[in-house]
């Protein structure tokens, strides 16, 4: 089986601090994702990357960075946490998203900004 | 209006009937479309995809798919409270290999 691990699931933080979520995939996946997921608003794709050392914007970068230094590691940072950050941010993992890909999904990681 | 549109729900079905659950897109580039479920607290997993127009069966699941209405549904046979969920439906666009979800239509199967 395909596991994505997230590395906390939980985390309270407060505005200004430098936040790290990590995710690591064990099926030599090429594709890794960051989601977050808000009510009423749905999955949004913050970044993705589809080698290591590369990485593409998604839908809503800004206040985000990602590093992928190893194949299996795609890390998330907020630069300086704000309150409009809390949310639920899920990774997720592909070996080709395109007509017969799945995405898996890590357990999530529910960020609480103060 | 956004990429992927799913009404919200909650859909009630009573345990045994047909559940019918529909998704809209805006891009007609769109390739390639993709059903995920979600139980509450949990990650989304995937359950079908579809590329072609017309119908693919998996088990009690049958997703369709008519491009020139730019229309996606997924139907669940025989309904059973463990399909209590939320369903989401996905669509692959463009040349990025990333997938634009809609955001759910939650699904009550009730005994």
């Known amino acids: 089986d395909v596991k994505v691990t997230q590395s906390s699931r939980y985390l309270v933080k407060r505005t200004g601090e430098k936040v790290f979520l990590e995710c690591v995939q064990d099926m030599d996946h090429e594709n890794m994702f960051w989601y977050r997921q808000d009510p009423g608003l749905g999955l949004r794709l913050i970044y993705f990357s589809y080698d290591v050392k590369m990485k593409e914007k998604g839908d809503i970068p800004e206040g985000y960075s990602v590093s992928r230094e190893k194949k299996e590691r795609f890390s998330l940072i907020l630069e300086s946490a704000s309150t409009n950050q809390t949310s639920m941010y899920l990774c997720?993992?592909?070996?080709?998203?395109?007509?017969?890909?799945?995405?898996?999904f890590g357990e999530g990681s529910r960020l609480t900004v103060l | 209006q956004k990429e992927v549109e799913q009404n919200s729900g909650p859909l009630s079905v009573p345990e045994g009937a047909i559940a019918s659950l529909n998704c809209t897109y805006s891009?007609?580039?769109?390739?390639?479309f993709f059903w995920y479920r979600q139980y509450s607290g949990k990650s989304p997993e995937l359950i079908m995809f579809i590329y072609s127009n017309g119908d693919k069966e998996d088990g009690r699941f049958t997703a369709q798919l008519n491009k020139a209405s730019q229309y996606v549904s997924l139907l669940i046979r025989d309904s059973q409270p463990s399909d209590s969920a939320t369903y989401l439906c996905?669509?692959?666009?463009?040349?990025?290999?990333?997938?634009?979800f809609g955001t759910g239509t939650r699904l009550q199967v009730t005994l």
């Open positions: 891009d007609r580039g769109s390739q390639s």
């Open positions: 997720a993992s592909s070996l080709y998203v395109g007509t017969t890909g799945e995405l898996f």
């Open positions: 996905a669509a692959h666009t463009g040349t990025a290999s990333k997938l634009t």
